[in-house]
């Protein structure tokens, strides 16, 4: 039910925007020539898709399988409370602190909670992967991972997303990469003199080997 008022609505703006009543040919045309405005057309897709979705559901009774009462967020994680982001962390720590379900003859490099979802995408590259299975798949591995956070390590919130446009021109200044402590790692410190001689970085972005805030304590 969820996934077929999606894909209506999903239907229905796109057609809007085929035919030019939601977003002009002149408005991407005029995107096209600027980083900045070529977010507009896309956030204006992404609040008719929303709303629409938001005007169906209200609609529906409290004895509906899906309304909105039952429907929930994934925010960016730059949009989440530092407490949010702590509690996210802690989880993610709590996945790599518990042991592996994967078996050792499946794979052996399988140590922890973490690993078994590493493990499980890699084997199921060439499936998940390059086929109409790709987005299916995807959001079946993601609800297993955000029920794993929840389920097993008591997560409170929903799985979040990074959007990396927003942070495209200084990624390790991004809330996710910033090195602080409720984020997911940092950039490494600086080795002036660090050797690479395919892909020369600039001064003070190059650096020593990410870590995970707290990954040498759980170590």
Not at 62 to 80: F, H, I, Q, T
Not at 116 to 122: A, E, G, M
């Amino acid at each position: 039910m969820r996934a077929s008022v999606i894909t209506t609505y999903l239907a229905a703006t796109l057609a809007n925007v085929a035919s030019g009543a939601a977003i002009s040919k002149h408005d991407l045309l005029d995107a096209s020539n600027d980083h900045e405005s070529a977010k507009e057309p896309v956030k204006k897709l992404i609040a008719e898709i929303q709303q629409g979705l938001i005007d169906e559901l209200s609609k529906r009774g409290p004895d509906a399988a899906c309304n909105l009462d039952k429907v929930v967020y994934r925010r960016e994680y730059g949009d989440l409370t530092r407490e949010e982001r702590l509690d996210y962390v802690r989880a993610m720590q709590c996945m790599m602190d518990a042991p592996a379900k994967t078996p050792a003859s499946v794979s052996p490099g399988a140590k922890n909670r973490f690993d078994d979802f590493v493990v499980t995408h890699i084997q199921q590259t060439f499936t998940a992967h390059y086929s109409g299975n790709f987005q299916a798949w995807h959001r079946w591995f993601m609800h297993s991972w955000e029920k794993a956070l929840r389920d097993e390590c008591g997560y409170k919130g929903y799985q979040p997303y990074w959007d990396w446009s927003k942070y495209a021109e200084a990624p390790q200044d991004s809330p996710i990469f910033n090195g602080e402590d409720d984020s997911m790692g940092g950039n490494g410190e600086y080795l002036p003199d660090f050797p690479n001689s395919v892909i020369v970085l600039p001064e003070g972005v190059t650096g020593d080997d990410i870590e995970l805030p707290g990954a040498s304590a759980a170590a």
